[in-house]
């Protein structure tokens, strides 16, 4: 027994060892970038779309917007990632673009949503006590609205780790390309140290933006939406 | 009528597709297949895993702790981890595994959750009126939390026909085959083919269901009334 | 009839209910009233063992409760609570008639008594069978939970803060709808509040409760008459001596056996009552027309001429108007007695400011625990 667990580690180790050395660094490290690049741009355009949405110029619309940001949302991410494929051509960028088109969705809604659920009779106190409209959104709204954009953001990097995984299909790299290879050339351990680190990168992300969630926003925002 | 023919004829996606019909039809037909079989096994099993962990409270951290962890895998990871499985391998038993085991966290969830939010002031006088603890979960419960549970079940539909394109990686024949195709022959026509139809069909299963949900759910339940 | 014997329940360390015994009688409206955390609700709970007892039982009908089974226990118990509790996914008609689906009365019958019980909880079956709950208002849900726990026809009936979530106008309708069907219906009631009012308004008896414990249970007459301690009287209000004023009638305090005398000799006649003795009663005045007066005969020892004593008797109550309406009425104008004239059979009486003032006082001025005849 001890020696079939000794041989089944010495074998696991010849297998992994050099995949895990060599393989997956360059590999990881491009998705992480991928990830972290898709999301903070799908941030930067996202949550200041949202909040522009629900002013009250175009607040009848949001309602709109949310159905179509829904529908978005039905679209399979295959289909996303290889429709970019025709227009913007194979490689890094057109795998960006596509990624942050995709991780903009969850981030609007939430956003759109968030402020939304703001009581009106709060906001309604605000002005009452004289403040203008954009202190309003910085000290009243944006701060109660703030847990929802943020499970949003959350949703949306988790999404996105994922979808980074078929960015490798149009030339994106990342730890897609260790899979698919070892899909085509049928080389379990390929694709398992490829999904098994994939998984544990989309795991890591989820608990750690819940335990930024928790202390940062559940700390100062006790309240529960 | 020719004219107009001829026009849509030069579209290149529009004449593939005719050209291609009958494989598109069959293509669909698989993916449907396979998503329909997934949700009606995802509906059986964790709708009783729900009402499982609602009875048993103590278990509902760790399942849907689990859950949360499974949604975060991505896909593409979690076919391939199947595949490399003994007992699963390339088909239809490692693609069901995966869409059965993605929709966990939105039925479960909403299960739970739609269970525990009936007012407790209901199930007070439901038990008050002489109701047995069945009859209070079956007669009471169950179609108060139903627009919660079926607003679930739609979420995992519509996330299951995104992630069956992915399993002609693993040997389905479906939609996703006109996209991994067209990739690797470099033929944005098939690509396009291949993700519109997904994308139509995936967006049109989430309109239905939402018709199917107005229809299902009780009239005393829903936010809309006719004024 | 309900017999609690010695129920009680504890809640790990906590007790709710320490050893409570009551019987409530065939028929009548116990009102169980006390602040909160008194165990009041507890008790009733207890009652269709939603919470079960710790130790003791409930008779009903001289039957021990713990040998039937729950469900079927309940269905004989109409249970109305505050937040109602229709179920928001049946209908209107689907929630009256849950109880006797449960007992399998056949639809042709449960139809029936489903326009039955909204014509006796005043909704028009018409209009409202058929909508769900969220389309009716806070006192229409309330009188279809009471519609909803009358439907099987249960002898008995608990009801919880029923009227409780409600605003007062809709509330007093509600109680008043109630307390005419209670006098058709007589069932065995249970009744919970915290509002002493409603209590002295809605029961035939009434049951104060502090700390898990009965403090008393009396008729609301003898409550207010003789409070058993400081507690209830603290409990009852300061505005106790109001409140007697609302629960007896005009014909509990008026004067039966006031001479009538005629107002061309009122003087003579005067003279001769006080000569035979009486003192200190009302004396009423008639002239030729049939107008009335009166006086106190106290007022005439002072050997004043009586056309400047005596006043108009130009109110008339019934005998069952409540004293409170007829304080109200003597205020209006500015009068200080009013004649109380009921059925040909029953003797006229007059209601005198001072009569009144003396009952309630002799009432009031005695101390916790002492007892007063009424």
């Known amino acids: 027994m001890s020696i079939t667990i000794a041989n089944f580690f010495s074998n696991f180790a010849e297998i992994y060892g050099p995949i895990f050395s060599e393989r997956i660094p360059p590999l990881l490290i491009q998705h992480i970038q991928l990830v972290f690049l898709a999301t903070g741009i799908a941030i930067l355009i996202g949550v200041p779309l949202g909040i522009f949405l629900t002013r009250p110029a175009l607040r009848k619309h949001s309602q709109k917007v949310l159905n179509f940001v829904n529908i978005g949302q039905a679209v399979p991410g295959l289909a996303l990632i290889a429709i970019f494929l025709p227009i913007l051509g194979i490689g890094y960028i057109p795998a960006v673009v596509a990624l942050v088109i995709y991780g903009l969705l969850p981030i609007v809604r939430n956003t759109i949503a968030g402020l939304e659920a703001v009581d009106d009779k709060v906001k309604e106190a605000a002005r009452g006590m004289g403040m203008y409209n954009n202190q309003v959104l910085w000290q009243i709204e944006f701060p109660l609205a703030f847990p929802v954009i943020m499970a949003g953001i959350k949703t949306s990097a988790v999404i996105t780790v994922g979808t980074a995984t078929l960015a490798a299909l149009i030339g994106g790299g990342g730890l897609g390309r260790l899979i698919f290879t070892g899909i085509s050339l049928f080389r379990p351990e390929f694709i398992l140290a490829g999904s098994g680190t994939a998984a544990v990168l989309a795991i890591i992300m989820e608990k750690g933006l819940s335990f930024f969630e928790r202390v940062v926003v559940k700390e100062r925002m006790p309240l529960d939406f | 009528m020719e004219f107009l023919r001829e026009i849509l004829w030069q579209v290149a996606p529009i004449r593939y597709f005719f050209e291609n019909i009958s494989r598109i039809i069959t293509y669909t037909q698989n993916h449907l297949e396979l998503t329909m079989v997934g949700v009606i096994l995802a509906i059986i099993l964790w709708v009783s895993v729900g009402i499982i962990i609602y009875r048993y409270p103590k278990l509902s951290h760790g399942v849907l702790g689990i859950a949360s962890i499974v949604m975060c895998i991505p896909s593409i990871a979690l076919y391939g981890i199947l595949l490399t499985l003994p007992g699963f391998g390339l088909g239809r038993t490692s693609a069901l595994t995966a869409l059965v085991l993605y929709a966990m966290l939105p039925i479960v969830r909403n299960v739970f959750v739609a269970l525990r939010s009936v007012d407790p002031s209901i199930l007070d006088a439901a038990k008050g009126m002489g109701m047995s603890k069945q009859e209070v979960l079956w007669e009471v419960q169950i179609p108060n939390a139903l627009p919660t549970i079926f607003a679930g079940v739609r979420v995992a539909l519509v996330m299951m026909v995104g992630i069956a394109t992915l399993a002609t990686y693993i040997g389905e024949q479906n939609l996703g085959r006109l996209i991994q195709h067209g990739i690797t022959r470099t033929h944005p026509t098939m690509i396009i083919v291949g993700a519109v139809v997904v994308s139509i069909i995936a967006i049109g299963i989430d309109l239905l269901m939402g018709l199917l949900g107005k229809h299902l759910i009780s009239k005393g339940l829903q936010l809309e009334e006719s004024k | ?127 409202n069978r058929n909508k769900f709950p969220r389309q009716l208002s806070g006192g229409q849900r309330q009188r279809v939970g009471l519609a909803r726990a009358m439907a099987a026809d249960p002898p008995v009936m608990l009801m919880d803060e029923p009227f409780a979530a409600v605003d007062p106008i809709t509330r007093e309708n509600l109680q008043n709808m109630f307390l005419r069907l209670q006098r058709k219906m007589k069932k065995t009631i249970i009744f919970v509040t915290h509002d002493i009012n409603e209590a002295i308004k809605m029961g035939d008896q009434i049951a104060i409760l502090k700390e898990g414990e009965l403090v008393q249970a009396d008729t609301p007459e003898e409550l207010l008459a003789n409070p058993k301690n400081q507690f209830v009287t603290d409990f009852i209000g300061v505005d106790r001596a109001i409140k007697i004023l609302d629960l007896f009638s005009t014909d509990e305090v008026m004067w039966t056996e006031a001479p009538v005398i005629s107002k061309k000799n009122m003087q003579e006649e005067a003279q001769k009552l006080i000569e035979k003795g009486e003192k200190g009663i009302p004396v009423i005045v008639e002239d030729e027309q049939g107008n009335k007066f009166w006086f106190d005969l106290d ?76």
């Not at chain 3, 130790?55 to 118990?77: A, C, F, M």
């Not at chain 3, 179920?87 to 326009?115: C, M, Q, Y």
């Open chain 3, 1 to 127: 009839m309900i017999r609690l014997e010695g129920i009680g329940k504890e809640f790990g360390d906590f007790t709710a209910v320490k050893e409570l015994s009551l019987e409530i009688p065939e028929g009548k409206t116990c009102v169980m009233v006390g602040p909160s955390g008194c165990g009041k609700t507890t008790t009733m709970r207890m009652v269709n063992r939603l919470i079960e007892p710790t130790r003791g039982t409930v008779y009903i009908d001289d039957q021990d409760y713990k040998k039937k089974k729950v469900e079927i226990l309940r269905r004989d118990i109409g249970y109305v609570i505050q937040e109602v509790g229709l179920f928001p996914h049946r209908t209107i008609a689907e929630n009256i008639s849950t109880t006797p689906k449960l007992a399998g009365w056949d639809d042709k019958k449960i139809k029936k008594r489903v326009d039955e019980l909204l014509e006796i909880v005043e909704l028009n079956p018409e209009e």
């Open chain 3, 299 to 374: 007022e005439l020892e002072s050997g004043q001429s009586l056309e400047e004593i005596i006043r108009p008797l130009e109110i008339t109550l019934e005998p069952t108007n409540s004293i409170k309406l007829a304080m109200a009425r003597m205020l209006e104008h500015n009068n200080d007695a009013v004649l109380i004239i009921g059925d040909d059979d029953e003797e006229p009486g007059i209601l005198t400011l001072k009569g009144i003032r003396n009952y309630v006082y002799r009432i009031c001025a005695s101390d916790p625990g002492e007892k007063v005849e009424i």
